[in-house]
């Protein structure tokens, strides 16, 4: 299993924005996040392959962004127009693919988003 550590989350005002990095211990051809909000199951952000084809759940289109630099086994998570609602634990995840979390294989401790309102 690659190793994963995210940072980037905080605290930022709905209508804000913010980065998420995600660093590899090794390279893998895909790279994704999910997201956790208490008392709620992980849920699907979004994932990137190696060619930098991307997937996005729906309701982060057009306000997400993912990215890698492949040469530093990192990975971007740009959020764009926050809502209170995008509060929750962010994971990096690794060596899967899709919306359905048993898929992936390496995942990272977390970082929390909190969006105020």
């Known amino acids: 299993q690659v190793q994963l550590v995210e940072s980037g989350g905080g605290l930022v005002q709905a209508g804000g924005s913010l980065r998420l990095s995600c660093a590899a211990s090794?390279?893998?051809?895909?790279m994704g996040w999910f997201r956790q909000a208490p008392g709620k199951e992980r849920e699907f952000v979004g994932a990137?392959?190696?060619?930098?084809?991307?997937d996005y759940a729906d309701f982060v289109k057009g306000r997400f962004t993912i990215s890698r630099d492949k040469a530093q086994n990192m990975m971007y998570l740009q959020m764009n127009s926050l809502k209170p609602e995008d509060t929750a634990v962010y994971y990096c995840?690794?060596?899967?693919?899709?919306?359905?979390?048993?898929?992936?294989?390496?995942w990272g401790r977390g970082t929390q988003v909190t969006v105020s309102s």
């Open positions: 995840v690794a060596e899967g693919w899709g919306p359905n979390p048993d898929e992936y294989n390496s």
């Open positions: 990137i392959n190696w060619d930098s084809g991307t």
């Open positions: 090794d390279s893998t051809y895909v």
